[in-house]
């Protein structure tokens, strides 16, 4: 079949266009139904501003439409010899409309289309990762109170430190998870805004009314300089990918963390059998695979900004066909992104934590500075009780006077902060505009 913009064709042709084209055509699947909630706005437009006549705007609508519903019960497919889902669309159209379907392109470019679907795309599924990582952040919550007077061993450089509790741990993650989506919400702000007139990234001829499919596709805004529009190409995949990287690196580290506290040596929490794995020859074992490769993936999800920076390293302004080759780091990350919250929320839901763990003579040396703070509280300048309690260190005499805690500070072991980190938490998520953006494409449709 011939492509809509091809020059000739050869063997040598061939060879090129299949180097070229790689694995656009099933990473556009992932684009379908955006190509076509974006070519509704465009044709909607045309038909505004006297670009269609409005018989031809309305049989397009519908036909789009169609076509929409296809893509939703699975029915799409890339005809062979067709290169891309925008050409795909195009010729269904033109097929089953005539002459009309020729006009969809008209004022638009491959560059301004590719690069809406692709802001369409990275906003829906930066919805979807805010509502993995909200339903885990709950979860966190949840336990950082059901174990908010579980002692726990806090280390610095891994050595004992001070005491901590498992409310505090659970809830430090929580927290974090906080600061991650506030990178989140910036990256979809930049995402937000609507590319569609620039063209081949410098604008056209045509009367077109870009604020009018601002609007239709619920942006919060549009790129307004056409060659900066088509400079988002990159630069929205690399902002998001490392808000991404931000959530991975919470999830790796308390995964570091789960993976420590089960071994023998820690002892500090257990999962149910059915949640661990075995080993082929040591019948003890209880792995915890799971963990291990939520770090993984995770580890490899924070390497993927600076993929991203490389690839686009060095670029002049305008479109090249580098930039092609992002959406094959990027889209599959999405999916497991919120595998791993997933799987990671389903762990520690069944988690069971060991209680009185402090009461072991090893970890006596966790309440040194409870014991200095006690001594300053009754008079003795801090210097002189931080040497005393030392010497009584050194000597192998240090007794702990009391186990018991008075940590009364927001954020402490005694004043988790629950109710703080939660507005903040909801103070984020209320910056999203998800429910405008699912009106607005209904209404498309």
């Known amino acids: 079949m011939k492509k809509l913009w091809e020059k000739k064709t050869s063997a040598q042709g061939s060879l090129i266009e299949s180097f070229t084209v790689g694995k656009d055509r099933e990473l556009d699947l992932y684009l379908a139904s955006f190509d076509v909630l974006g070519s509704i706005a465009h044709v909607k437009m045309l038909g505004k501003v006297g670009l269609l006549e409005q018989n031809e705007t309305l049989e397009l609508v519908k036909g789009l439409q169609l076509i929409y519903q296809e893509i939703e019960n699975g029915q799409f497919t890339l005809s062979e010899g067709v290169e891309d889902v925008h050409s795909q669309v195009e010729l269904m ?48 919550m949840k336990q950082s109170e059901r174990f908010k007077n579980h002692l726990m061993p806090g280390y610095t450089h891994l050595q004992l430190a001070m005491p901590s509790s498992f409310g505090l741990w659970f809830g430090a993650y929580a927290e974090s998870l906080v600061d991650d989506l506030l990178t989140l919400q910036a990256a979809y702000e930049v995402v937000n805004k609507n590319p569609l007139g620039s063209a081949a990234g410098f604008g056209s001829s045509f009367p077109i009314d870009r604020a009018y499919t601002t609007a239709l596709l619920g942006f919060s805004d549009l790129s307004y300089n056409v060659v900066y529009a088509q400079m988002g190409r990159g630069k929205s995949e690399r902002v998001v990918s490392m808000a991404i990287a931000n959530i991975a690196e919470t999830l790796s580290r308390l995964s570091m963390d789960v993976c420590l506290f089960l071994n023998q040596n820690f002892d500090f929490i257990q999962f149910p059998d059915d949640l661990t ?9 209880k792995n915890p695979d799971v963990f291990e ?6 580890n490899r999800m924070k390497a993927l900004p600076n993929e991203i920076f490389m690839m686009t390293s060095n670029l002049p302004s305008g479109y090249h066909r580098d930039l ?66 030392g010497e009584t260190i050194e000597a192998g005499q240090f007794k702990i006077n009391t186990q018991k805690l008075s940590h009364t500070h927001l954020g402490s072991i005694g004043n988790l902060a629950l109710n703080q980190i939660q507005k903040k938490m909801d103070q984020v998520l209320g910056q999203f505009d998800f429910e405008k953006v699912r009106t607005k494409l209904k209404e498309l449709l």
Not at 99 to 111: D, V
Not at 293 to 298: D, F, G, H, P
Request: glycine share 4%; with cysteine.
């Open 277 to 285: 794995t075995g080993s082929s020859i040591m019948p003890h074992k």
């Open 93 to 140: 159209l033109t097929k089953r409309l005539g002459e009309a379907g020729k006009k969809i392109h008209m004022a638009r470019s491959r560059n301004d289309q590719v690069l809406l679907d692709l802001k369409l795309f990275l906003r829906s599924e930066i919805e979807g990762v805010v509502n993995e990582v909200s339903s885990f952040f709950a979860l966190l």
């Open 293 to 298: 490769l939520i770090r993984a993936r995770c």
């Open 324 to 389: 092609q080759i992002l959406k094959e780091h990027l889209f599959p990350v999405f999916s497991e992104l919120k595998t791993c919250l997933k799987m990671a929320e389903m762990m520690l839901s069944q988690i069971t934590v060991r209680e009185n763990l402090l009461q072991d003579e090893k970890y006596k040396y966790l309440f040194s500075v409870e014991e200095v703070n006690r001594l300053v509280l009754t008079g003795t300048p801090f210097r002189d009780a931080y040497r005393k309690v």
